[in-house]
């Protein structure tokens, strides 16, 4: 069993930034990959980035690309998400998410094992 954590979210204006933290609570950290996901109020839970372990490997939704940085943290058992020139269609709660194995597309959410509780990111016009 894996407990993720997820902080970091607020209340930034548009153009602002945030950065999320995830930590995962395994001891021997071994995943294949970690992954952002994110759900708007009434919209499904999509897709914003994934990370994977060994390689470093990055992926991004395009909506994202050039905006958003996904990186690993030194103790590696975190994830982060830089989020820049944030807008207001990125408020949503955010999720980070843990592929134990890979052999599945991280760009959906059956490629992940275990999943944080989420923070939420809201940004103003």
């Known amino acids: 069993q894996v407990t993720l954590v997820e902080s970091g979210g607020g209340l930034v204006q548009a153009g602002g930034s945030l950065r999320l933290s995830c930590a995962a609570s395994?001891?021997?950290?071994?995943?294949?990959?970690m992954g952002w996901f994110r759900q708007a109020p009434g919209k499904e839970r999509e897709f914003v980035s994934a990370?994977?372990?060994?390689?470093?490997?990055?992926y991004y939704e395009d909506s994202v690309k050039g905006r958003f940085a996904i990186s690993r943290g030194n103790a590696k058992n975190t994830v982060y998400l830089q989020m820049n020139s944030l807008k207001p269609e990125d408020t949503a709660v955010y999720y980070c998410?843990?592929?134990?194995?890979?052999?599945?597309?991280?760009?959906?959410?059956?490629?992940?094992?275990?999943w944080g509780q989420g923070t939420q990111v809201s940004v103003s016009s």
């Open positions: 998410a843990y592929s134990a194995t890979g052999g599945r597309a991280l760009g959906t959410i059956r490629g992940y094992d275990y």
């Open positions: 395994e001891r021997t950290f071994s995943s294949y990959a």
């Open positions: 990370i994977t372990w060994r390689a470093g490997n990055t």
